[in-house]
């Protein structure tokens, strides 16, 4: 066993390659090891962070709690349609509504999406969907 010490993150992606035959890692997860990759989502990471902010996910599940949170939020304004709480010829702007209500319920302010503020945030979300009175 050797063991090796360095914060040199080449290193470690070189290191995780090379000795890559104990556990079944398939290719794309090593790809995401790659300086381009790297590279990809610092440039996504920097852009300014408003309501179009893309984010781009090198590892399966990166950014899991604001996925789950939108397919909460999409679910429940479905139900609003089907329910007609909400008029059908507001359909087209189902999206807008989605952003509107984030930004009521939770503020208009988006943590960063690998920040542990993001759970908060998201929570707060996820307790308004739930809160009948509210939704």
């Known amino acids: 066993m050797k063991i090796i010490v360095t914060n040199d993150y080449d290193i470690k992606s070189q290191i995780t390659r090379a000795t890559n035959n104990q556990t079944a890692v398939g290719i794309e997860q090593l790809e995401a090891l790659s ?11 920097a ?8 984010f781009y996910e ?7 709690d604001s996925d789950y949170v939108s397919s909460i939020a999409y679910i429940k304004i479905e ?5 007609g709480i909400i008029s059908d010829e507001l359909w087209r702007f189902r999206y807008h509504i989605l952003m509107l209500y984030r930004m009521i ?3 208009p302010d988006i943590p960063p999406m690998n920040s542990k503020k993001i759970i908060i945030y998201c929570n707060k979300i996820i307790t308004s969907l739930r809160d ?3 939704f």
Do not use: I
């Not at 300086?35 to 990471?45: D, G």
């Open 35 to 45: 300086e381009f990759q790297k590279n990809l989502e610092l440039f996504y990471n």
């Open 132 to 134: 009948e009175d509210f």
């Open 105 to 107: 319920s939770a503020g």
């Open 58 to 64: 090198r590892r399966t599940n990166q950014y899991r």
């Open 47 to 54: 852009l300014p962070n408003d309501d179009l902010k893309l």
């Open 79 to 83: 139900e609003a349609f089907n329910k």
